[in-house]
């Protein structure tokens, strides 16, 4: 028996997999936008895999400093293996940069400050900078947060004056708390930014203002007189970049070095005021489209990792004892791990659908025919709240994954410690919970007032169209039994409800304060949680229908019952509020989500197989295809520097005194 | 006014001490011990700061071997430290030690080999090991966890075969499997073990047993033949410490290796089975308390550095526009951070009272008269629950007080990353969350069915004499207006119906399901966390009377309404079942907790100098006292080695040829 033990974790694997009915090749083409699409993934993937430098993972082993050491390699590597390989298409490019498995310091060059000066600049400027950075040549950060100020764009410090005499901007860093601080790329690697500063002409403060600013020299890379700049030092996450602190000393940039496509100065000093600029919220739709996505995809790839692991891992006798428990076998493991599957496929829908408007979007604003800047407008406000959600619950989620992995989740090589580290800054940045839940809760207000015509195509805010029925304090939940609680309608219902009575609930208290919006600030995260949990269950619930009906489909759907139950068991006082559920009903939720769990138990693997992730894009030894795991946390042991010798380096120096001599 | 905000931050929080109405100090010898105790504290942590080594903090810029070899640096300048200051108090020792700011290789030794040693050896084992192991002549692991095996400790596969002929024991490592994997100090520094393994005796198993091995020459620390051994690679925390991981092939100990104190082989190959041994419980419980120590100042620094953080910087426009709001201004944030405050407060008053009954049972093992094992069953049982909830929320708080830093909590110098990695093991060690909760569950259904006689005198289970009141459909809350909802005895009441209901209803599930402990699984985790938070809650308001009369007094009685207040909204489907709350009450609760927030506000910033850490114990640069933030984030990444040069490594090969050539 013992002996056979050395195989055993493959093999529960394999059996695990044997006994679920559906085909994740079929679940695949829904998750990964076809076959072609998937197959050309998997291609770009393997590139990065098979490239002797840009296929490292050794990035556990290595200080922050060596991470941006080795990092710059990568770098010089990455661009190179693009031209080499012909890879143009931006997103093919993307696709290939996140294989790299971390952040590297090019990452704001790509991702701010080209498409700053893409979008600010005009054309003259864009002509005469965009080939530059395109092709490297020069580096860019994107300098907007200060040591005192980074969601507060309006407070920032740095300053730009205007010298009309040279026609030169004077930018200088006034204060201890004006210095530029976090931005990615700033420390070491760039040698121009664009700079954030308050403009002042002739005295006067006529806002915030992007500069583009030449911060080292193009032959030597020292920084120019007048310019502190360094790096921050170690943080929890993304120490591959060097992000970085900058100071200005009334450093002079010329008048052209402005973002002139919609303010602009002219050579008199002469400020021309911004035309109001719509097309911002397609960029940010766009970001956040994207965040989404990777939030969807770093949950699956955690929920993949600790549903192999929670399968080939054994632990505990059974109560016969004749064997072992496998750690999916508890009833606690499926009932944490499990709604984390649901996230990530609800997360993936909810990018799809916003990808799929912002491109509509882009449709019409190409034609000319329609309004877009409404409807993208509620996309943006309602995105705020699913970014705030998520970023919360897909931090949290891979950290449970990691603690539901045991001590194994506790080691690097299992890589639960790296996705978390590497996700759970965007709780900070692109705005954080607090200021997200806040512009979502007020829009919703809005919506709910009649400021903003409602538009019944508009599904976000669909449910604000019967809100006085939702609210009616008498209205009941019809749900009679368990199963009742796992049917989609009613669950959905069931959101709706809610979020319109804790939006009942805020219209009255912003009322009541005089909209103090800060007095109700705990209800206005209710509010923002209340309606991105009932736009994520409905996305999840359209997209059951994206598959082809069948046992996958089915099997969708029960995943989605599970995520309705589950979700209703977290927040029962909202669901309670005026016994829309009663307490008989409450116990029947639970009933059912504890129902629930060995059905999708059945395919939990396959759930997670579907998402095609390699063994090289996991880099995890716990989350193997394989299931084994037992010889890969070997293998990787046997990487750790510290295991280059018998004897460690400060033996002779400390433990041998130590050891022998008189104390 | 922009030149003023270089120095606003040490201002705001002078301000915020200002105004609060209590004195800090009458706090603290509460909660430290006395002021006599807390000044030698002090003293203590004081010879560390002080000490050109042990006061190192740069554990951030270092990789995990630089941090092991460092730390074997910091081991040999603390045994000499010790012996030079003749600090030869354990609880000396161990403050001293706890000051280092992160555990060192030498952790297990002390901690685990040698109470091991001292519990388990016999009179002639204990003569001879315990002496070389105080001077670290040897140094020990604690070998119990395999790769295949950590808490189900009967799975365990080394295996002991005792050899008559040679009177010795072969241990042997069988299977991939069963090498021992995550022992602290095993991988480079240990040269004995702790092994435990299955002994055979005649080929018949008779358990699990513990043997002391030699794993590494005394003259050279090579590994000795038949043995593997070597560091498991980077983890998510302890990385100056060599977790490591050995194979035995069939390697020989003499019979007198193995732990005799209770078990004993003889001679000749006889088993002797050890009596039962009642005073286990008096090292676990003991460990626990511990445990719980750590947990209440682990919540107390992060919520230390959390609130001043929060004082000292300001975020976002007010809306008269005239000024910033200082982020403890949010009602998000103090809804958020207030808890986490008094979570370390509760914590604080558990371990002091588990310490306290600790205590008192050694005073009657020593004196001979009274039954101490039942006492400390029950503790130890209900100490379960109270280390699963504790383990998982202050881990939990710790992150999220780092979220509520925003960008500066993301860096490593705030120290709230490292704190989160040195404590977020505790979920996994000394028993995952899962097994605590069942072990405390079934204690609770055992107390409530008789077969344990109820001890009126017990607090943990006190509410079980007043069950069927309690479990009474028809019982309704009392309270009338929100301030009820801060009355510390119906709070205490309403935990006492929540616990006390959902352990009914374990109880059916149990008869429903044949006492299937595994289908009862999520159930057994609610009674546990219902009953943790009852006994939490208690905790404080008992320790509330440790606290002067006055407004000391008073003010942690606030902080306890508003530990109650919170608790109900976070788990509000119990509190309503059967309508024990009705749904307009639940509203209560939540309006009683917001108009706790300015309350406790007032003194947040002194609750939580109460605590008294040092600078140094914080290792924090947004958690100053003196709020001098900023200047202390720049002076910390002047420390950052990428700022040696101007220039990084990395230009000349890689950076220059990307910027200067054509691509």
Known sequence: MAVELKDLAPLLLRKERAGGDVDPAVLTNVLRDGQAA???????VGLIERHPVLSDRDMMFRNHTERYEFGLKKVSHFVQFLKDQNIVDRNEQGIMY?????????????????????????????????????????????????????????????????????????????????????????????????????????????????????????????????????????????????NGYCAFHKIRVPRENMMMRYAKVLPDGTFVKPKSDKLVYLTMVHVRANLVENFALTMAKAATITTRFSAA?????????????????YQNQQHKLFPFIAISYAA????????????????????????????????????????????????????????????????????????????????????????????????????????????????ATRFLAKFKVLCDPKLRCSGPASEAFGDLNLLVEAFEVRAARVLLALAKQMKATNNDGNACMVLMSRVSTA?????????????????????????????????????????????????????????????QLVCLLPIVRKNCVLLTDAWDFSDFELGSTI???????????????????????????GYEKYLKPLIQSDL
Not at 38 to 44: A, C, T, Y
Not at 554 to 583: E, K, M, N, P
């Open 38 to 44: 998937n197959e050309r993934r998997k291609h770009l």
């Open 98 to 242: 996140a294989a790299l498995g971390e952040p590297l310091c090019i990452d704001v060059h790509n991702s701010m400050f080209i498409p700053t000066l893409e979008n600010q600049g005009d054309d003259e400027q864009r002509a005469k900078w965009l080939p530059l950075a395109r092709t490297y040549k020069i580096l860019g950060a994107y300098a907007q947060t200060e040591l005192g100020h980074g969601s507060n764009v309006q407070g920032i410090e740095t300053v730009a004056t205007y010298d009309k005499a040279t026609q030169e901007f004077i930018i200088d860093s006034p204060t201890l708390t004006s210095r530029k601080w976090w931005p990615g790329g700033l420390g070491k690697t760039a040698n121009h930014a664009i700079v954030h500063a308050r403009l002042f002409l002739d005295g006067k403060d006529v806002g915030v203002q992007a500069f583009l600013v030449q911060i080292r020299s193009m032959e030597d890379h020292q920084p120019l007189p007048g310019i502190e700049v360094g790096d921050i030092g170690p943080k929890l996450g993304f120490n591959a970049i060097d």
């Open 313 to 329: 891992r054994i632990q505990g006798r059974t109560p016969d004892n004749k064997g072992e428990f496998q750690v999916l076998d």
């Open 348 to 459: 993936k829908f909810a990018a799809r659908d916003m990808m799929a408007r912002h491109d509509a979007a882009v449709e019409i604003v190409k034609s000319g025919n329609g309004d877009f800047a409404a409807k993208l407008a509620t996309l943006h406000a309602v995105s705020s709240g699913l970014k705030a959600w998520l970023a919360e619950k897909v931090s949290d989620g891979v950290e449970s994954c990691r603690r539901l992995c045991g001590g194994h989740g506790f080691t690097q090589s299992g890589n639960l410690a790296h996705l978390f580290n590497e996700i759970v800054g965007a709780n900070t940045f692109e705005g954080t919970f607090d200021v997200l839940v806040q512009q979502h809760a007020r829009y919703l207000l809005k919506a709910l007032s009649g400021a903003k015509t409602l538009d019944d195509s508009e599904p």
């Open 531 to 591: 309606h991105a949990e009932l736009m994520l269950l409905e996305a999840l619930a359209n997209g059951v229908s994206s598959f082809p009906p069948g046992r996958e489909q089915h099997s969708v759907a029960q995943l989605c019952s599970l995520f309705g139950a589950w979700l209703v068991t977290q927040s029962i006082g909202d669901f309670r509020q005026h016994d829309y559920l009663s307490s008989s009903q409450v116990d029947l939720v639970r009933d």
């Open 623 to 649: 989350g193997r295809y394989d299931g084994d795991i037992y010889r890969a946390l070997m293998k990787r042991a046997a990487d750790e520097p510290l295991n280059k010798t018998q004897v460690p380096d």
